[in-house]
């Protein structure tokens, strides 16, 4: 019961600091760590101990997969050379450069042999699952189980993965790629808003839960260290400079061949920087580390077991906090982000061809005679007013369309209240039933978030 309660009120922390991160634009999970170490230091706080079965099955597969499915699959197959450079060969040079500098032992060829075998082998399972999941998924028109399919989705992948002992991570993201990439293919307009708000509860969740434990942990896993490692503050700074130097040494490069090939003359160096400081660890790296045995094959403890855990939380927690709270800083200064006109005028261009198309089609179906004209009248209303507005804010000098438009959206939602009101008092006074109210509040719902989201 104890630890159901600290869960409970972990949630109810990190729902206080997303608040205040929101509020005050900095990344929550920077913001939640800080806010479990300093729970941590206080007197009486709870001694937490992080399982690795919870963090590698329960916390890790949806997480991941949440995040691929983000990913463009047009962008990714347009830059998949420099991204599998990435994916590959810094991975690789990272652990070689951390395993120099914390002497640890290793043969290079054997690793470098079992990392192929697990990429390769989660990157099959991950497409296998993925293809599975697209059959089910159309075939399926029930939300209900669009939903518990899209929830057991990456439990599936990480599980067959590590059953076929591969990569249960890169079994995952290729599984959430694949069907982000074509996620608005298998379902319906109603669907998606369901799995959105679902999934995006379920992360919500998880990440609150973690990133605490992972600042709640650090006092308990540094209090288990012996008398000899209590340096253990200069070797986690160590491992992270370690980190960001072979992150930069490594991309210079890269970007300088990339902007070369792309015909820039003069080599833009703010953005190897920017990818560099956007190199912050998280939950995979202590995810890692927990799976170390705590005895070996002969039955003998794992003395360094302790040491390494502590490495680890520390160089996720120096580089959320460091990195996360000055990575948008960064980022402002360099340059090379995209000013907000920019994209507005990208999606006002876009929402043009969208309301011209449909224009298109409804004189088609006018000339046929197939619709009555009175519809089409209609229909038509609407999207020339949707072009109108398109064509206003694309305008340079539509600052007082804009102005109008936020009057209409503010009265629009104004009488969906009012609306609202009387659905409730309609349902009060027993002249609808609950699934009518239901349905309609629904209807106005969806109305509000359409005017929220313009």
């Known amino acids: 019961m104890r630890s159901v309660g600290t869960v409970l009120s972990l949630v109810v922390l ?20 800080v806010a479990g170490l300093c729970l941590a230091l206080l007197p009486g706080a709870p001694q937490i101990e992080i399982s690795p079965e919870i963090i590698g099955l329960v916390v890790l597969p949806p997480l991941l997969y949440a995040s691929a499915e983000e990913l463009s699959w047009r962008e990714l197959r347009a830059v998949w050379k420099p991204v599998s450079v990435l994916a590959v060969g810094l991975v690789l040079a990272s652990a070689a450069a951390v395993g ?20 390769g ?16 998924r159309r075939r399926t028109e029930d939300p209900v189980l669009e939903t518990v399919t899209a929830l057991v989705t990456p439990y599936a992948a990480y599980v067959l993965a590590e059953a076929a002992h591969t990569s249960g991570i890169t079994s995952v993201v290729v599984a959430g790629v694949v069907l982000g990439g074509r996620g608005d293919r298998l379902t319906n307009a109603r ?6 708000a679902v999934y995006g509860t379920v992360v919500f969740l998880l990440e609150s839960v973690v990133f605490s434990l992972i600042g709640l942990a650090l006092p308990a896993q540094v209090r288990a260290l012996s008398a000899d490692d209590r340096a253990w503050p200069l070797y986690a700074l ?4 370690t980190l960001v130097a ?49 005895t070996a094959d002969d039955g003998s403890p794992l003395t360094e077991r302790p040491l390494v855990l502590v490495l680890t939380t520390s160089v996720v927690v120096v580089t959320l906090v460091v990195q996360g709270f000055t990575l948008a800083p960064v980022v402002r200064r360099s340059g090379i982000a995209l000013e907000p006109d920019h994209t507005e005028r990208e999606e006002a261009s876009a929402r043009c061809r969208l309301a011209d198309a449909g224009i298109r089609r409804l004189d088609e179906m006018s000339e046929l005679e197939a619709v009555p004209e009175v519809v089409v009248d209609r229909l038509r209303r609407g999207l020339q007013a949707r072009l109108e507005h398109a064509r206003e804010r694309l305008d340079e000098n539509g600052g007082a369309a804009e102005s109008a438009d936020l009057v209409y959206r ?22 609808i039933s609950d699934t009518t109210r239901r349905r309609l509040q629904r209807s106005l719902d969806l109305e509000e978030a359409r005017l929220a989201d313009a």
Not at 19 to 30: G, Q
Not at 272 to 290: C, E
């Open 121 to 136: 082998g989660g990157t099959l399972i991950g497409g296998a699952v993925a293809l599975v999941v697209t059959l089910i």
């Open 191 to 196: 669907i998606r808003l369901q799995l959105h």
């Open 14 to 33: 990190a729902t206080m600091v997303a608040t205040f991160a929101r509020r005050w634009r900095i990344p929550a999970p920077s913001l939640l760590v």
């Open 246 to 294: 072979v992150r930069l040494l490594w991309l210079a490069p890269l970007s300088a061949l990339v902007q070369r090939k792309g015909g820039i003359g003069r080599t833009n160096w703010r953005i190897p920087v920017v990818l560099t400081w956007a190199g912050t660890r998280g939950v995979v790296p202590l995810a890692a580390a927990l799976s170390i045995p705590v």
């Open 410 to 431: 503010q009265l629009r939602r104004d009488l969906i209240a009012v609306e609202a009101a009387e659905l409730r008092h309609l349902y009060d006074e027993h002249r």
């Open 238 to 241: 160590a491992i992270a400079g």
């Open 100 to 119: 120099a500098v914390a002497s640890a032992a290793a043969d290079w060829h054997a690793a470098s042999t079992q990392f192929v075998v697990l990429a």
